[in-house]
């Protein structure tokens, strides 16, 4: 037989016994993270409640100068996520609220649940794909492709999305851009905005 194919076949089967050497692997968030995630839980600690997240209960009151309240149920938030490759999210929108552009390492896909929204990402050739969406539509993300939510509806907004990572991270970019240490005069510079309108989006986020 093929040295190579003898090696292809013993690689599959490391790959297939790693797979389904476990059941779970519910995060031990008392020990550090690594590259994989989270350390496994003892299983003989392992409860029912552990595969359970509440977090999404009750009303979420926007509570940003976005007009959103985002509920993250990543994998250290909800650690039975934790090598499932999968988290959540709830994004609450006050009448007008935006989640602004941001992208994840990861895809998204998001279900409106309440009221109307628009909703978008821009690929690489920014070209903008775009659509009011409305109780019940759902709308797909494509991995690290900047994507945005506007509530345009008379009402308060509820949307929940999943993505295809157990730690899948965020990125804001207008946060990215005013709310950290760069400095004024290197973000007029990126993104040809006037000093004025860079030093009032700091002020706006408290870095100026």
């Given at each position: ?113 309440k009221g109307s929204i628009i909703a978008g990402f821009i ?86």
């Amino acid at each position: 037989m093929n040295t190579l194919l003898v090696f292809l076949i013993f690689c599959l089967l490391a790959f297939v016994s790693q797979a389904i050497e476990f059941d779970f692997c519910v995060g031990d968030l008392s020990l550090p993270r690594g590259p994989q995630g989270y350390a496994c839980k003892d299983p003989a600690k392992v409860t029912t409640n552990d595969f359970v997240y509440t977090g999404f209960r009750g009303e979420k009151i926007p509570n940003n100068v976005f007009g959103n309240n985002v509920t993250l149920a990543f994998s250290d938030a909800f650690p039975a996520f934790n090598g499932l490759g999968i988290s959540m999210a709830r994004l609450d929108f006050a009448v007008g609220g935006v989640i602004p552009l941001h992208s994840h390492r990861t895809s998204e896909v998001l279900i409106l649940v309440k009221g109307s929204i628009i909703a978008g990402f821009i690929d690489t050739n920014n070209t903008a794909y775009y659509k009011r969406l409305e109780v019940g539509d759902v709308m797909i993300f494509p991995q690290a492709m900047l994507h945005f939510q506007i509530n345009v509806g008379k009402t308060p907004a509820i949307a929940f999305v999943s993505l295809n990572g157990a730690n899948p991270g965020i990125q804001l970019t207008p946060t990215s851009l005013f709310a950290g240490n760069l400095p004024a005069d290197i973000v007029q510079k990126i993104t040809l905005l006037s000093g004025k309108e860079v030093i009032r989006m700091k002020q706006l986020f408290g870095t100026a």
